[in-house]
């Protein structure tokens, strides 16, 4: 079956640095995102993967390497508006979306 | 991007009843899709409206339970039928946006705000 691993939840402080990790195991491979979702509200795009390597998009940045099934997403300079919860979604061969649990991230002052 | 309204943003129904969420989108679009978020869970893909053919469903969801309409490109409603305590759920409603993915060259999904139901 295909499956996404990401850790239930994450606490880190305030003006910190927080690495958010996402194993995968899909049939194929055309694509990897990583959406925010706040509380209560809907999830926004934040990254995608899709060569293996960095991705940087201000203070966040995201990180994929396809022979190993992993990603993960790296939050610099945290702010509290930062807290909520990070979902990572895979595109298998067929174009469908898997998607992980997501991690709550909290932050703390 | 594209912007989506989506209603009601919650309800608490009653055991057996129905319920029709409805979604609508500021651009015209060929698919939207119908989402399910149990609390601590991962979204799933209730199924894929067309406008002028029937939805596709996802494995475990049917068509009974969750029909839908698409009645023109704009937009769509999804009925949660005969409820039970376990359809309670966030249910939201998405669509592909070329528009905000296409630096990345990715078909990035925008989604509405959802619909929060609670079953008695």
Partial sequence: GQNIDQPTEMTATEGAIVQINCTYQTSGFNGLFWYQQHAGEAPTFLSYNVLDGLEEKGRFSSFLSRSKGYSYLLLKELQMKDSASYLCAVRDRNYQLIWGAGTKLIIKP | ?120
């Fill in chain 2, 1 to 120: 991007s594209a912007v989506i309204s989506q209603k009601p943003s919650r309800d608490i129904c009653q055991r057996g009843t129905s319920l029709t969420i409805q979604c609508q989108v500021d651009s015209q679009v060929t698919m939207m899709f119908w989402y399910r978020q149990q609390p601590g869970q991962s979204l799933t893909l209730i199924a894929t409206a067309n406008q002028g053919s029937e939805a596709t469903y996802e494995s475990g969801f049917v068509i009974d339970k969750f029909p839908i309409s698409r009645p023109n490109l704009t937009f769509s409603t999804l009925t949660v039928s005969n409820m039970s305590p376990e359809d309670s759920s966030i249910y939201l409603c998405s669509v592909e946006d070329g528009e905000s993915g296409s630096s990345s060259g990715a078909n990035v999904l925008t989604f509405g705000a959802g619909s929060r139901l609670t079953v008695l």
